[in-house]
């Protein structure tokens, strides 16, 4: 009897494997468009005048993030590349940046995020952060609160 049952199961899983199989005669292939499946018909549409249009580099803009205070800190950014360490205060980085393809519709976001530092009355405040694109600052640290100085470049 168990004999009899392990070959009815892998019958019964063969056939349905085999039905649910492509038959390879060229008939529907479970799409309803004639056979073709449905990258086929994607890579048939025509191409978006809006990609085509946003391509190569926009204008260079010379960007400098800084961060003020004294001491070290943990700050992240992101600027031609990102990164997240420990530095010592004041501390900046410069850097040439174009947007490229959709970028320069929509931005490239630029980024520094200071770490905390011991303030004048001995307790841990925000350093302060800024942004500067082409010799004009565009972002700045109101306060001591360590929010984030950001930025999107287009």
């Known amino acids: 009897m168990r004999k009899s049952l392990t070959a009815t199961a892998f019958v019964l899983a063969a056939a349905l494997l085999t ?3 492509n038959s390879g005669d060229g008939g529907e292939s479970g799409d309803k468009a004639g056979g073709k499946d449905s990258a086929a018909q994607q890579s048939e549409k025509p191409k ?7 391509t190569g580099e926009g204008t260079p803009h010379e960007v400098t993030i800084e961060v003020l205070g004294t001491g070290e800190a943990n700050v992240m950014w992101t600027l031609d590349d990102s990164g997240f360490e420990k530095k010592t ?13 959709a970028e320069q519709k929509v931005g490239r976001l630029v980024i520094v995020t200071p770490g905390t530092i011991m303030g004048p009355d001995s307790k841990l405040v925000g350093a302060r952060c800024s942004i500067t694109v082409d010799g004009k600052v565009v972002a700045k640290s109101a306060d001591d609160s360590g929010k984030p100085c950001r930025y999107m470049l287009k």
Not at 48 to 54: G, K, L, V
Not at 89 to 101: D, N, Q, S, Y
């Open 19 to 21: 039905g649910c199989g």
């Open 48 to 54: 978006d005048s809006t990609a085509e249009r946003i």
């Open 89 to 101: 205060l004041p501390w900046k980085e410069t850097a040439t940046i174009a947007a490229v393809g």
